[in-house]
């Protein structure tokens, strides 16, 4: 059974069959009660039910099914898909059915049985096969596309939309994206309490000395007063545009990497996989060490490694050495060119709609005013396109080359590297380690992302990059905004499986091995 079984929607008769005659061996009556129950039940959450004929109701069940058909054409779908069994199965505790959860035991297992080929959830027991796929597009680095996966023997035209899960890579999407809305917000406010840059412009700085100039004039100080606050206001508009800009760019560059990566490995007819990933961010016994299979936006997630199946060869090691110069050379300078000298891209592409607010009349006016004063020319230093790092040094032929050979020797060390594209964006300091989101390669990726910080790989050193690594420890971002930024979750959650092991709490034998 494939990792994810990409596009199977059972019916709800067939379920209910499943759950009756297969598993409490009830009559085919009894089915149709049972699907009427759950209809009663507004099992929404679970089941979705639709406007199906009677007749292919009829297929999957005897004439007592037809007898519900006006309750299930009143409903919105007909068919159980793969988020909706997802949710269903989180809901259960991956079948230890949390106190809170109102789900069915009898439909759980079904599903189970159905989606997942009867396997455990949990990463000791479960038997998941990993899903072969032929990686399209990246948006950035963490979120990529698939268009063809490798299903009952042959490629199938399937679009599967998927994140690489324990990396994180800046956003390079402007879309209604409330994460890089949080992100460019929270970094103008850092800076607005780190050196109150409102009230220190020389803009307004001038306009705060007309106010002696007006003798006490109620008129004129309301008129002043009125165009400090559209200063003030512009200026927070202009620079949060500016530092949107920054991020989308180094997302953009991190994308580059994951989009060349994918063209070559099309050009040589490598297909990917992608394996399991298993929550080692919580606590509760019921969930600690088992699979995520989506995220919060229904992306699938997985770790995304090169190459069908496991080989002793390290394609990733050859594609940083030979090709990686290439791809920073070609699409990283077409980046560059638009976001650092305002020239349009060879193609008309999504992330190029938007012109750098930098080039604007008021862009360049407040660039210009940034100089003025020593907190400005900092941030003007971060967010100025003449600043802007060139992908093409930091991956010049000579640094790929020596890339390849720090990257081998890390391999060599540590063979679960080998071929993981996640870990190889962290070694080139394109993309983060994750840890609110820690997996079961959550500690070793860290490990690599402190060893690229350190050797300054990549977008390392740069202040936006740095600033927006979800880690409190090197984020100062973090470390004063860290559970805003997270949604409230732990930033650096202990590895739950340490934790239930050291406690003696592991239960569920989750972790056991």
């Not at 970094?187 to 803009?203: C, D, P, R, T």
């Not at 862009?363 to 600043?387: A, F, H, V, Y």
């Not at 402190?450 to 409190?472: H, I, R, T, W």
Request: hydrophobic share 35%; proline share 5%; net charge negative.
């Amino acid at each position: 059974m494939p990792l994810f079984p990409l596009n199977q929607r059972i019916p709800i008769a067939e379920l209910a069959a499943e759950a009756c005659n297969n598993i409490l061996n009830c009559s085919s009556s009894e089915a149709a009660a049972f699907i009427r129950q759950k209809v009663n039940q507004g099992a929404r959450n679970s089941l979705l039910l639709s406007d199906k004929t009677s007749s292919e109701i009829d297929f999957y069940e005897p004439p007592e099914a037809s007898s519900i058909m006006s309750m299930i054409e009143a409903r919105a779908d007909d068919f159980i898909d793969f988020n909706e069994a997802d949710d269903f199965i989180k809901k259960s505790g991956y079948g230890h059915f949390l106190p809170e959860a109102s789900v069915d035991y009898n439909v759980f297992t079904a599903i189970q049985r159905k989606f997942y080929g009867g396997s455990a959830f949990d990463g000791v027991h479960a038997i998941f096969e990993p899903l072969s796929i032929k990686l399209d597009r990246c948006a950035d680095g963490d979120t990529c596309v698939a268009m063809n996966v490798y299903l009952n023997g042959q490629w199938a035209p399937v679009k599967v939309k998927f994140r690489l899960d324990g990396i994180d890579t800046p956003e390079s999407y402007r879309g209604i994206n409330a994460k890089l809305e949080t992100f460019k917000n929270y970094i103008w406010l850092l800076w607005k309490n780190e050196y109150g840059f409102g009230e220190n412009s020389s803009a307004i700085l001038q306009l705060k000395d007309e106010i002696l100039q007006a003798n006490g004039n109620e008129n004129k100080l309301k008129t002043i007063w009125g165009k400090i606050a559209t200063a003030q206001n512009n200026m927070d508009k202009l620079l949060t545009r500016m530092i949107e800009d920054k991020i989308v760019y180094e997302g953009l560059i991190a994308g580059a990497a994951t989009k060349g990566l994918a063209e070559w490995a099309a050009k040589n007819n490598i297909p990917f996989r992608l394996e399991p990933s298993f929550n080692m961010a919580s606590s509760d016994p019921a969930i600690c060490n088992t699979v995520e299979f989506t995220d919060t936006y229904d992306r699938f997630l997985g770790v995304l490694k090169i190459g069908a199946s496991p080989t002793n060869e390290d394609m990733l090691a050859g594609f940083i050495e030979n090709n990686l110069s290439d791809v920073m050379k070609n699409k990283g300078a077409e980046y560059y060119a638009f976001f650092a000298e305002n020239k349009a891209p060879l193609e008309n592409e999504d992330w190029a709609k938007t012109p750098p607010t930098a080039f604007t009349n008021g862009g360049k006016s407040l660039l210009n005013d940034l100089r003025t004063t020593e907190w400005g020319q900092k941030i003007r230093q971060s967010i100025s396109p003449q600043t802007l790092p060139k992908p093409w040094e930091l991956f010049s032929k000579e640094k790929c080359v020596e890339l390849a050979k720090e990257w081998r020797g890390l391999v060599e060390k540590n063979p679960e590297y080998k071929n993981d594209v996640q870990a190889m964006l962290i070694f080139l300091g394109l993309g983060y380690p994750y840890p609110k989101y820690l997996n079961q390669h959550g500690e070793e990726y860290m490990k690599i992302g402190e060893s690229a910080m350190k050797n300054g790989n990549g977008s390392y050193g740069d202040v936006v990059f740095d600033l927006m690594q979800p880690n409190p420890n090197f984020s100062k971002l973090f470390a004063e905004y860290g559970t805003a930024l997270t949604r409230g979750r732990d930033p650096l959650p202990e590895n739950c499986c340490k934790k239930l092991l050291r406690e003696g709490l592991d239960k569920y034998k989750h972790c056991e091995k």
